[in-house]
């Protein structure tokens, strides 16, 4: 099946700083990308759809300007949070469709201290 | 409500015991549905889809009820590898998914 990548699988870094995610699609080409978060023992929610060359959608309740996506190329979305906090700390998940089923990325854990 | 409720579980079962989850939804708009697993700290792999015909795949039954908005899964002969957390999700269009809170199952030895 199609193959998602995340970098990095695991981040702490301190309150006020900015962390960038990667997703990259690695042997296919993805128009659009979709960003989940999950805190623990719960489900997977749908933070925004990333769209190649045009600006993301973002699902209500989620700061767009908090959770930058830059989807510049069709093998590559990013997410950064940016000025970080405890309550930010999640699993952060990536995926790409491909033919409708979704694939996801191995997802990054970022921890904020 | 959640869009996608499921019980959370956990369900505790012996080796080679058949177990069944159920899902609801609340969209009657929605437009297909699936099951994935999960398992700890890892992210969520497709199991199977879902059809109003039910479908089968190895020890693994789906089906799915439209007019009731549910949707089930059955494991049977279980095996210590089915451990994980079983998640419903549903599509609603433009590839959008949205995702149970997901069911933890246990096979015990």
């Known amino acids: 099946g199609a193959v998602v990548s995340q970098h990095p699988s695991r981040v702490i870094c301190k309150s006020g700083t900015s962390v960038k995610i990667e997703c990259r699609s690695l042997d296919f080409q993805a128009t659009t990308m979709f960003w989940y978060r999950q805190f623990p023992k719960q489900s997977l929610m749908l933070m925004a759809t990333?769209?190649?060359?045009?600006?993301?959608?973002?699902e209500q309740g989620v700061e767009k300007d908090k959770f930058l996506i830059n989807h510049a190329s069709l093998t590559l979305s990013t997410l950064t949070v940016t000025s970080a906090h405890p309550e930010d700390s999640s699993f952060y998940i990536c995926s790409a469709t491909v033919e409708y089923e979704q694939y996801f990325g191995p997802g990054t854990r970022l921890t904020v201290t | 409500r959640k869009e996608v409720e499921q019980d959370p579980g956990p369900f505790n079962v012996p080796e080679g015991a058949t177990v069944a989850f159920n899902c609801t939804y609340s969209?009657?708009?929605?437009?297909?549905f699936f099951w994935y697993r999960q398992d700890c700290r890892k992210e969520p792999k497709l199991l199977m889809s879902v059809y109003s015909s039910g479908n089968e795949d190895g020890r693994f039954t789906a089906q799915l009820n439209r007019a009731s908005q549910y949707i089930s899964l059955l494991i049977r002969d279980s095996k210590l590898s089915d451990s994980a957390t079983y998640l419903c999700v549903v599509g609603q269009g433009a590839q959008k998914l949205v995702f149970g809170q997901g069911t933890r199952l246990t096979i015990n030895p």
């Open positions: 969209n009657s708009a929605s437009q297909s």
């Open positions: 990333s769209n190649e060359g045009s600006k993301a959608t973002y």
